[in-house]
Each structure stands twice: as structure tokens, then as C-alpha cells.
């Protein structure tokens, strides 16, 4: 059976591909008739990257899991550099995106294609990020860890509380963020 943390990993990665995914049908819809809820809803689906996976996930990734798997499995150590890289990067970008925005929100269209083409840029990235430490380092992390190890990962991720994934621990603070995106967003990651 496969470490606990690694299903976690990957739960996670589905949320948040889902939350990236969501957004850019939100893009392709545009505001409509109804700008203040799709202003709205995509402020929350910015909030939750900068929320979960920016100061939850990315956190355990590069503190705990990669350290141990670079020490292992030295082949993926310049995959892991460039992960742990752009982990250190993550909090500005999506900083950037919400000040985008918000640009776009309060001055107008004008601001419209700038934020499209940001978003669109660091949906792509993302997911590529993404793709790498499930093709390149959880393998390895698989492969070459120990129990020890494990241990070690298992107890970390065990803490997260994404709202976004079922059957694991939830910080009710976060219901409300729930509900709002799940109300609201397109389908796959909501009922709006």
C-alpha cells in the first residue's frame, strides 16, 4: 500500500488542477451579465492557491519531502531544484494575479487582457509544475524512501486541511471559502 502522504499529494494536485481548470473556463465565459459573482468567485479560487496549496502544501513539499528524496535519489536532485524554485516564486505570482484582478475589476477592461494572459501563463505553469514532481519525484520519492521517511512525510501532509478535498480533515474557517467557490465556480471544481 502506497504511503498516505502520496494520496494526499496527489488529492491535492487534483483539487488544485481542478480550481486552475475552473478559472480558465471562468476567463472563457467572461463576466456576462453577472460581473460581480464571476469577479467574486474567481477571487476566492485566487485566494484558495494563495490560502492552501502556497502556504500548506508547497510548505511540505520543500521542507520535508524533497530534501529527503534529493538525499536518496540524486538523479532527481535538479528536478527538485527548480520545484523548490518555483515554490519560491509561488506566493508572488498569485499576489500578482489578485492585483491583476483587482485592476481589472475596479479599472475596466482595459485591464482585461492583462490579467487573461497572466492567469492563462501561470495555469500552464502550474500544471506543468505539477506534472513534474508526479512523473519525476514521487516516483522516486516511492522508490527510494524508507520508513522512516514516510513516517516522517505521512505525519506532515496528515495536517493539511484543504477544503477542497473530500474525506480528509477540514478547518471549518475555510467552510465558507467552500461553499463560495463551490456554489459558484463552473463545473469540474463547482455547481455554478
Not at 12 to 40: I, W
Not at 153 to 174: E, I, K, M, Q, S
Request: net charge negative; proline share 8%; aromatic share 8%.
Amino acid at each position: 500500500m502506497p504511503p498516505v502522504s502520496l494520496q494526499i499529494i496527489r488529492e491535492e494536485h487534483a483539487s488544485l488542477a481542478a480550481v486552475l481548470q475552473s478559472l480558465r473556463l471562468l476567463m472563457d465565459q467572461g463576466p456576462g451579465d453577472n460581473p460581480a459573482t464571476f469577479f467574486d468567485v474567481t477571487r476566492a479560487m485566487l485566494f484558495y492557491i494563495d490560502e492552501f496549496p502556497e502556504r500548506q502544501h508547497h510548505p511540505k513539499e520543500s521542507e520535508c519531502l524533497f530534501p529527503r528524496v534529493a538525499l536518496c535519489a540524486p538523479h532527481v536532485a535538479e528536478v527538485i531544484a527548480r520545484l523548490d524554485k518555483e515554490h519560491e516564486s509561488g506566493e508572488a505570482a498569485v499576489r500578482e494575479l489578485q492585483h491583476l484582478l483587482l485592476g481589472w475589476e475596479l479599472m475596466g477592461e482595459g485591464r482585461r487582457e492583462a490579467f487573461v494572459q497572466a492567469l492563462g501563463r501561470y495555469i500552464d505553469f502550474y500544471l506543468n509544475h505539477m506534472r513534474l514532481e508526479e512523473t519525476q519525484v514521487l516516483p522516486a520519492a516511492q522508490a527510494y524512501l524508507g520508513p522512516e521517511d514516510w513516517a516522517a512525510v505521512d505525519a506532515a501532509f496528515a495536517t493539511n486541511t484543504n477544503p477542497l478535498t473530500h474525506g480528509r480533515p477540514r478547518d471549518p474557517a475555510y467552510d465558507r471559502l467552500f461553499t463560495r467557490i463551490a456554489m459558484r465556480a463552473p463545473s469540474p471544481i463547482g455547481l455554478g
